[in-house]
Antibody
Framework: EMKLVESGGGLVQPGGSLRLSCAAS????????VNWVRQAPGKGLEWVSY????????YYADSVKGRFTISRDNAKNLMYLQMNSLRAEDTAVYYC???????????????WGQGTLVTVSS | DIQMTQSPSSLSASVGDRVTITCRAS??????LHWYQQKPGEAPKLLIY???SLQSGVPLRFSGSASGTDFTLTISSLQPEDFATYYC?????????FGQGTKVEI
């Protein structure tokens, strides 16, 4: 069974940093693209970032560009999201999701992890 | 960015009802439109991909269709476990974007 498990969420002050992890199992992690998607409390879904299977291609949403860094360690089946200069509006549940490719992009999200909550507050 | 507009934002229905949710893209996305179901406290789950293909394991009462930039998710006979929020999402261009969601309530 393909499975993704996020960790690393918590309470952080505005301007602070946090690193999220996403552990993959049940599939050949190094062969797949992965994404981060977030959901603010009571709100809809917002794509955050994408990393290709090799790690050579990376994209970010404008809302996090310059503050967040996505990376992966295929030897450990892990993906990371380093979040710096955090703002109140970054408060959300962060999900990692495998990106299935079709039509030249890899944004069909399946499966998803259970999510990890990040709260930015003083 | 491609804007995805879902309607309605919420609806009330009964078990056994036929339910239709629509999603309109601000430009052509071909058929790169996916539907997700999210229940409270859970992660989203892929239901329909590329407008009309049923994800493995998803009940046959779920179906999707497309007409130009308009997409439809239909639940033919609503079941108790279908009460949830449904999102459409385009994967045609970066950034991928979601509709605002449709909450299906009793």
């Amino acid at each position: 069974e393909m499975k993704l498990v996020e960790s690393g969420g918590g309470l952080v002050q505005p301007g602070g940093s946090l690193r999220l992890s996403c552990a993959a199992s049940g599939f050949t992690f190094s062969s797949y693209e992965v994404n981060w998607v977030r959901q603010a409390p009571g709100k809809g879904l917002e794509w955050v970032s994408y990393i290709s299977s090799s790690g050579r291609t990376i994209y970010y949403a404008d809302s996090v560009k310059g503050r967040f860094t996505i990376s992966r360690d295929n030897a450990k089946n892990l993906m990371y999201l380093q979040m710096n200069s955090l703002r109140a509006e970054d408060t959300a549940v962060y999900y990692c999701a495998r990106g299935y490719c079709s039509g030249g992009t890899c944004y069909r999200f399946d499966p998803w992890g259970q999510g990890t909550l990040v709260t930015v507050s003083s | 960015d491609i804007q995805m507009t879902q309607s309605p934002s919420s609806l009330s229905a009964s078990v056994g009802d036929r339910v239709t949710i629509t999603c309109r893209a601000s430009q052509s996305i071909r058929n790169y439109l996916h539907w997700y179901q999210q229940k409270p406290g859970e992660a989203p789950k892929l239901l329909i991909y590329e407008a009309s293909s049923l994800q493995s394991g998803v009940p046959l009462r779920f179906s999707g269709s497309a007409s130009g930039t308009d997409f439809t998710l239909t639940i033919s006979s609503l079941q108790p476990e279908d009460f949830a929020t449904y999102y459409c999402q385009q994967s045609y261009r970066t950034p991928p974007t979601f509709g605002q969601g449709t909450k299906v309530e009793i």
